[in-house]
């Protein structure tokens, strides 16, 4: 049967009889529940008292509605008592003022900040402190920031299928609550480990060699067993996040017109953008605290051996994340007016090849975990989804990749440190990554895109962010260190060839563990004040930096015979940095313009009661295919650009030194890779969802225009079906 396709029409005017019964039931795709027809007894008019989530965002202007056809459009709605805000039967006047979409979307932005700011700005931010103060290895650490993925997979299935047919608001305030958990739980070794106590150093750079430094260093204190504790954290801090990216998206999608759910899911993903820049903020100036916020300390920020207070900001999430849980218990099940959309999403989902709806439809389906195989069998059947889904896992590759490792690269081209590194990076990604969000789903609502035009629209996001990827042909040059790019007397070294001594610090016993690096009046930088030659002592300098005068290793290239040095990396003067600046904004901002139109998209091409579940399944693959691999594989790749790794007793440490060029050339290769790939899955997604072997009768569903429903509402409804 030939349906018509539709752009961003106004709904059918219809007769009330044709909702009376069974009969009104189509016969093609996804079915509307039977608990979304009304009958005689049960109509009440569209336009409630309590409607409120007919109240847009953003009012498109040719959004009008006759007054006749408002009057005889009827659904079936929740009872009053059903869709009240409260507590079981507390249910105060003053709280129902929240209950509306834009209620529910302010609570659910907090949630999603709170999330961000914790798991993707808090643990990224103190990865370091953490390691420094429980002995922790680079793989250790990693491992407890992939927990959090690890827990999402395993709990997707298991929240979306059930959750998806429940009371979704419960089980997100629920979520929330658990996620405060996890913050809190990964704070407690602060409280448990004892105090840090750290035993300065005096002898770096004066020549004294201790013989059992080497075994006092790599003795085991025990405090690497807090691993643990930090997994399970993060595993709870999954588990809790789960519902938030799942139900949290289809219950806004249920409350709220079709053309107007894609500004609500923006809003809120700008949110969860957002949070990871405020962690970066506040979890950067919490590290100028020392951990021991009751002691004082001769340490200062720039050494090694300083730990800020990491802990602060997971107490204030937990306790922020209770005060944020209890509002979202109170939302219905159901806000006020939201069953005059079902049928109207309904009209817009493609339609499956085979006549699955007839299950799909049935009220009883998906309440059993008996039904889990079946409507697992029912997404795979569906190729626009898989398709969606695979593109999706292409993106979050990059994204978990390039957030990971973007501010190491900024770090190396540009030669700063790395809170400027991830200070740059977050000024960067704030406004590309958050703006392209929320304008994406603006976007959608903006041009009324529907099916294989919003598929389209991620195509051509997609390919641009892809071509701007070719800025990472060019690099900035490294800056040269004495021993490791260039030797003492100037001339270049062979790649991954170390010589750290020289006549001019032969007489100082210098150690290889002690990496501070220094930036000579010559331009050159050292591997520590002891490799450079110079002599215990260091002053202040006027902007704080410690200053090192009379060094050996500087004199013999300075004719003035200052042989100055400043703690910390010499600074760039590459001319490029402009424009990898501007090219890396375009490759983030279109990264991420496409991702409220591919949700969309995946929320178009399943069954309605299939959302929830359908989301989870996606989730699932996005996390095993992307977000998990994903540093890992950008880490890989960078490696193999290392020039300078550190030792620690005897094992391979982090990298402190990379090749530029070969850093960008292996960024490039992994990026182009990933978007190629995305662009593919995409395109074939275009195709099949235009194709007619792609859905039951081989065309998207869509509404007649609001002229042709005025001349025969009941022949209207006919074709339709």
Known sequence: MPQHAMGDKHFLSLPKHLFTGASSATDSGCDTPPSSRASPASLRSAHSPLDSSSQPLFEPQAEKRSSQTAREVQYMSAGPKDTLCGWRGFTPKGLQVFNTPKGFLFFLCAASFLQGMTVNGFINTVITSIEQRFDLHSYQSGLIASSYDIAACLCLTFVSYFGGNGHKPRWLGWGVLVLGIGSLV???????????????????????????????ECMDSGLSSYRLVFMLGQLLHGVGATPLYTLGVTYLDENVKSNYSPIYIAIFYTAAILGPAAGYLIGGAMLNIYTEVSQRTDLTTDSPLWVGAWWIGFVGAGITAFLIAVPILGYPRQLPGSQRYVVMRATETQKLKDHSHKTVSNPAFGKTVRDLPLSIWLLLRNPTFILLCLAGATE???????????????EAQFSLSASEAATLFGYLVVPAGGGGTLLGGFLVNRFKLRGSGIIRFCLFCTLTSLLAFFVFLTHCPNMPMAGVTTSYVGSPLPEGHLDLKAACNAIYCCQAEHYSPLCGSDGIMYYSPCYAGCPAGAETGPGGQKMYRGCSCVLEKVPSGLGNATAGKCTSTCQRKPLLLALVFVVIIFTFLSSIPALTATLRCVCDQQRSFALGIQWIVVRTLGSIPGPIAFGWVIDKACLLWQEQCGHQGSCFVYQNEAMSRYMLVAGLTFKVLGFLFFVTAYFLYKSPSASADGLETSLPSQSSASDNPTEQLQSNV
């Open 186 to 216: 990964f704070a407690l070794p602060h409280f448990t480990a004892g105090h840090y106590e750290v035993e300065m150093d005096e002898g770096v750079g004066t020549g004294a060699c201790l013989a059992n430094r080497s075994h006092v």
């Open 396 to 410: 979050a590759t990059l994204i978990a990749g390039m957030s990971t490792f973007g501010p190491k690269f900024f």
